[in-house]
């Protein structure tokens, strides 16, 4: 009976264990019959480790999609952008790492073979280009009938490339090119046959802004953050009350100018935070309401300044300049605060490359303000300054040297107007100056250098309008030599009450 029962046993362990191997069996066919029938997804046909819309998103419009025989589908219209410029990313990539990796997903057979003859020069002789394209203005000349063509004009692309051989740099070029393109649809791609250059013009001149000179030369003004939200004005903290507040107390100072900063990647980059936008805009009717004007400082704690990174910070820009150009307090945009000091890890060649084409950015979008980069001295000052409306230094050296300084820049530069964006002196007198400092030596600094100031007209903003209780690190580093006198730059201190300074820097009408 025992043996009956365990032969019962073992055949039923057999059938149940034929029949769950059959199932999976079937599941796996079942699968692989789901996945055929739906397709594999095209991202991950791509060989490109990083996304495109991650690091390069130059701006696109469509001058015109008609056709008269089959007409452009919005979805392959998108298709064909996304694949497109996708193309120029994948080339851009192999020139500067001279590496064949990606260029068969948009290139055709024939398309290829000149971008690999391209590459495998530069690898025979060192060399490597890096270059960006920030713009395209795409007109669709033809769409076949059968879906699988297109021939695109793409005009006036803004370019800049820079060659490199043997790790030294060559030379560089900014220019704007028209190209005649053919695109053929394979295997889901929208892959390039031909680009040809229609028309080539180097373009090196700006748009000159139509600025009120007079208003940036009368500058006095104040570079503000609220007192307990320094660094961060525009953070959680932010109240329309509080910024009120402070903008009546300078404008009582006589005052009649605010510089405001606007950090890079904490307002979102490309995807611009709309909550912190709003608050700059808010900013900007209470300052009007306060008859102040703003000096807006783009790109607070930015430092990459690398080609392949231009669109990212081309569009970031574009949306800021396009979102407040039209607010009536805003006076000027400063693209960059102290990017001298950058000179030595990123390059100068690279930093002044960026600026460049930022300055270049801004005034195809806003032909009304002035451009400005606040420099960390009047000896780095000289940088750029032809292609400023006006030019800005900072300047926290002895008093006893500023007159000379000053003329030497108003020498080298001697057709633009010249002010002194910040300015000051630390009220903080402990153990780490030695107990040198004091808030009676603050107010001496004032006494001294603000009647050079009025007495030469040059338009002032100085550091700041408070004393802060805490700094961050990110931005006076760890060393408490140099955090801790941050701390007291300020008009008033922490308590809310005016130091002796005050009295210094306030501006008097006339008459009073």
Sequence with gaps: MAKRINRNIYRGILIISFIAVNALILFGISSVLAYLNTGADRTSMLHLEVERDEVYLPLVTWDGVSNPGRSLEEQTQGEIERDYLSAWYVRNIAYKNNDYYGIEDYYTDSARVKLYQIIDYNLENDISITSTTLDHHLTLDFYSADGKLVVLEDKNVTSFRQVTKKGEAQYQERDTTSYKVMLLLEDGFWRIRHLVKTQNETVES???????????????????????????TFGKKYKDSTIDADFKVIRKMGLNTIRIFIPYEDFGKTSIDPDKLHKVQRTLEIAEKNELKAIITLFDFYGNYDITDWTITAKHATLMVNALKDYKALLAWDIKNEPDLDFNSRGERVVTNWLEQMISTIKSIDSKHAVTIGWSSPEAAVTLATKVDFVSFHYYKKIVDFTQDFEELKKNVPSKTIMLQEYGLSSYGGIWNFYTGSEAKQADYYKEIQPILLASHIPFVAWTLYDFEEVPTAVAGRLPWKKNKQHYFGFINEKGKFKPAYKHIIVKNKGE
């Design 206 to 232: 700006l748009l000159k802004a139509t600025i009120d000179s007079l208003t940036i030369t009368n500058a006095k003004g104040i570079n503000y953050y609220p007192k307990n939200s320094p660094w961060d």
